[in-house]
Every structure is written in structure tokens, then in C-alpha cells.
């Protein structure tokens, strides 16, 4: 079956620079949910969209946003970056009619040097 | 303020044996509690989900119970495996958002 797909995998970045998260939900899902986890932490949750409009927002800094397009797919983009926000940041989808299971993406991985 | 605490040390445990893990929570009142695998470096993977209004859940081997009283789910794994060995994590639910808990390393030794 198909997974929650995330780009890229792994990502690079100096302090200041932006970044660019992907995450291509599983077919047919109509929820996106956005998580931080930081080395040994508990995902954070970040924001999460249903039918590309924003539905709950969590502790996303300010320096982020994020958005749902028409396709369903979501990007994260991170400007100003922080040594901080080295992390590994997980998509997770969900079909809203069928209940509250969300599944995850493998995660992307940050570093910011 | 509000907690949500998992055995903070790592579970240690024997081939065959049940394994046991603890969710507590303070201020909060989910409406279900979901726990999830997680192995290093990977996204977690859902495994069960139980309601407020539900004492008990299973699903082969799995066991989730979910005290809104004591605010409290046990997580059970019978006949462990080397393979369960993983990070587990609970998460409360509100709507369709999550917050998790810290997680219980489980470790099963052939």
C-alpha cells in the first residue's frame, strides 16, 4: 500500500538559510499533520491542514509556515534558520471520514550547521 | 501543568514475556489515546487506538487499556519478541491532533 512520502530525506543548511520540507500524503487522505522531534524528544506537533485549509496550529515558530495545495501535497518551509532546528520533522496523514489514525512519513532530517 | 509521563527508563525484558508499559497523564481529557512504534531514525507507526468511552482494546498479540479515572493506558505486549524491541510512544488525542508522550524504550532479549 502507499506510504506518506517525504523530500528530502535528509537536508543540509547553514544558520540563516530556508529550507524547504515536502510531504506527499497517501491517496486520498485529506489531512496533513506537520511533528518536530528533536534528538531523544517526543514528536512536537507543529500544524496540520484539512482540505488545504489551516486546522490547528501548534508550537510552530513564527519563522515557518507551511501550506496544502490542491494535489493534497503539503510543504514546510523553514526561513532564518537556527542551530535549533536541527531535527527530524515528520508528515503524517490522515482520511478524516475514517477516524483519527494518522500515518507518518520516514521523516526528514535537518541539519542546520 | 499539563504531563503526560512513560516508564522513563528502558524496559528490559525476556523473550516470551509479556512486556508492560505505562501512559499517566495530568490536565488533559483526551477523547481516545493512541500508541505508536517508532524505531530509530523512522516515522512511528500506528498500532492502536482506544476511546474514552472504551475500557479495553486488543489486536493479536497487543493488548491497550485506558483508565479515564486514574488517567492512566497500559500497554501490553504477550509472547515479546527480539523484534518488538523498539521505542513506544502514547499520544493523547483531541480532534484530529496529537500530543505524545516521551516515549518507553523496550528492549526484549532472546
Known amino acids: 500500500a502507499a506510504g506518506v512520502i517525504q523530500s528530502p530525506r535528509h537536508l543540509i543548511k547553514e544558520k540563516r538559510e530556508t529550507a524547504t520540507l515536502k510531504c506527499y500524503p497517501i491517496?486520498?487522505?485529506?489531512?496533513v499533520y506537520w511533528y518536530q522531534q528533536g534528538p531523544g524528544q517526543d514528536p512536537q506537533f507543529l500544524i496540520s491542514?484539512?482540505?488545504?485549509?489551516?486546522?490547528d496550529k501548534g508550537s510552530i515558530p513564527d519563522r515557518f509556515s507551511a501550506q496544502q495545495f490542491s494535489d493534497y501535497h503539503s510543504e514546510l518551509n523553514m526561513s532564518s534558520l537556527e542551530l535549533g532546528d536541527s531535527a527530524l520533522y515528520f508528515c503524517?496523514?490522515?482520511?478524516?471520514?475514517?477516524?483519527?489514525?494518522?500515518?507518518f512519513g520516514p521523516g526528514t532530517r535537518l541539519l542546520v550547521l | 501543568s499539563q504531563k503526560i509521563e512513560q516508564n522513563s527508563e528502558a524496559l528490559n525484558i525476556q523473550e516470551g514475556k509479556t512486556a508492560t508499559l505505562t501512559c499517566n497523564y495530568t490536565?488533559?481529557?483526551?477523547?481516545?489515546l493512541q500508541w505508536y512504534r517508532q524505531d530509530p531514525g523512522r516515522g512511528p507507526v500506528f498500532l492502536l487506538l482506544?476511546?474514552?468511552?472504551?475500557k479495553e482494546k486488543r489486536k493479536e498479540r497487543l493488548k491497550v487499556t485506558f483508565d479515564t479515572t486514574l488517567k492512566q493506558s497500559l500497554f501490553h505486549i504477550t509472547a515479546s519478541q527480539p523484534a518488538d524491541s523498539a521505542t513506544y510512544l502514547c499520544?493523547?488525542?483531541?480532534?484530529?491532533?496529537?500530543?505524545f508522550g516521551a516515549g518507553t524504550i523496550l528492549r526484549v532479549k532472546s
Open positions: 503524517a496523514s490522515s482520511l478524516r471520514a475514517s477516524g483519527e489514525t494518522q500515518y
Open positions: 499520544a493523547l488525542g483531541y480532534g484530529n491532533k496529537l500530543v
Open positions: 491517496p486520498r487522505h485529506d489531512t
Open positions: 482506544i476511546r474514552e468511552n472504551e
Open positions: 491542514f484539512y482540505e488545504k485549509m489551516q486546522s
Open positions: 490536565n488533559y481529557s483526551p477523547a481516545y
